[in-house]
């Protein structure tokens, strides 16, 4: 007999949280959450489509990890303390298998930032996944794009273009072990929140890097209405990236690449030592360059215009 929609849900997506500010979750028309007096919520939501954001054969745990992933970066790249979470699943039908698997990604990353799964939406259909989730923070520790200011430095954390180096050795054809590191990257990013709070207050803007570290810096200078220097010769290159790919490949992936959840973010020059003394435990971040007047993105190597592949992604281009 197949499961039914309110089957599903009990089963599935309904796991309690303790978290003292649900005061109603999964369950009724809506969920009540308790928002704390001098905090404001954060709000995001994204969307995973099968085929488009996650490969038609993905193991089911990595799905659910992305899909909450996703928007924990989106939080966290605000300055957010993550709280709660909603999911909305459309499924051609109902999957044990698959929903089991799910559930596991999504909850296990959950309950590492004490994030209650509060409700959702269950429908029949393509296969869909939207997360909205929801954080708190102060009203004047919130990250935003707009505060860069000439002057600043340009950081980005860990290591970007490993997950697009991991989502290009599946796409390639080629066999690809299941434990390889790249391909873990990609599948299991996590989400820099611990770093999103540390930069409360320090950082002049952030973001995170979803649509690849050039286009998601052009977007930011946009927003803050100044221009960005990157020099080449600082990017960040893993040792996985390294090992296995050219020079110019490196620096393609590490500009163009999205799927990682870095950050990026502008720190105000008398600002770097304090920020740099409280960085969470593992959490590398990498100067990269500097915020400039006028507008636009440019790259140099050792000191001289370069030009590079790796725009950002846009789903309408
Ligand atoms: P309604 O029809 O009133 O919108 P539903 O029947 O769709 O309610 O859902 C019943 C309850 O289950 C609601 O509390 C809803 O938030 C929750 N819910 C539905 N789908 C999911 C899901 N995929 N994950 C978590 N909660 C869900
Ligand atoms: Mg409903």
């Known amino acids: 007999m197949p499961l039914g929609e309110f089957d ?3 089963r599935f997506f309904s796991r309690g949280s303790g978290r003292s500010d649900v005061l109603l979750g999964v369950g009724d028309d809506a969920a009540l959450l308790e928002v704390p007096a001098g905090r404001v919520l954060v709000a995001a939501t994204d969307t995973l489509v099968e085929g488009r954001h996650f490969l038609p054969d993905a193991p089911a745990d990595s799905v659910g990890h992305q899909a909450l992933a996703v928007n924990l970066s ?28 799910f559930a596991a990604g999504l909850y296990s990353l959950a309950r590492r930032y004490d994030v209650a799964l509060v409700g959702g939406d269950t429908v029949r ?23 860069a200011r000439r002057g600043d430095l340009l950081y980005v954390s860990g290591w970007p273009g490993e997950a697009a180096a991991g989502l290009e050795a599946l796409r390639g054809g080629v066999p690809v072990a299941s434990d390889d590191p790249l391909v873990h990257r990609y599948r299991y990013a996590e989400p820099r929140v611990a770093l999103g709070r540390a930069l409360r207050g320090r950082a002049s803007a952030a973001m995170d890097v979803s649509d690849g570290l050039l286009g998601d810096l052009g977007k930011l200078c946009a927003a803050s209405g100044v221009a960005a220097r990157v020099e080449l010769e600082r990017l960040p290159v893993s040792d996985g990236l390294a090992s296995r790919y050219a020079r110019a490949d490196c620096e393609r992936l590490v500009l163009g690449g999205g799927d990682d959840y870095e950050l990026l973010f502008t720190l105000p020059a008398d600002a770097t030592a304090a920020m740099e003394a409280t960085l969470p435990a593992g959490v590398p971040v ?29 789903h309408f281009a």
């Open 286 to 314: 990498h100067c990269i360059g500097a915020i400039e007047e006028g507008h636009g993105v440019r790259c140099l190597r050792d000191g001289r215009p370069a030009g590079v592949e790796g725009g950002g992604y846009d």
């Open 125 to 147: 259909g393509p296969r869909v996944i939207t997360v909205t989730a929801l954080g708190l923070v102060g009203p004047r520790d919130a990250l935003r794009r707009s505060g």
């Open 74 to 101: 989106d939080l966290a790249a605000m300055g957010a303390d993550p709280a709660w979470a909603l999911l909305s699943l459309s499924l051609p039908e109902p999957d044990e298998r698959w929903l089991d698997g």
């Open 8 to 10: 599903l849900i009990e």
